[in-house]
């Protein structure tokens, strides 16, 4: 016979919800961060050609395509 499970306390919740809103965070803030050195050529871990890179309509970086 199924037996229901006990209700789990708001502070439970409330703790496990900062925690993955706090993963979000941090993986939002690294990807700013790359993006940020990208777009100033400070990279120390990609090597971006900046020679084929142009800025699109939105201030977005796009490669030109070779004809």
Do not use: D, E, H
């Amino acid at each position: 016979m199924a037996v229901p499970k006990k209700r789990t306390s708001i502070s439970k919740k409330r703790i496990r919800k900062n925690i993955w809103k706090r993963k979000g965070y941090w993986a939002a803030l690294k990807a700013f961060s790359l993006g940020q050195c990208l777009s100033t050529g400070n990279s120390k871990s990609f090597c971006v050609g900046q020679k084929n890179l142009t800025t699109n309509a939105k201030g977005f970086f796009v490669r030109q395509r070779n004809k």
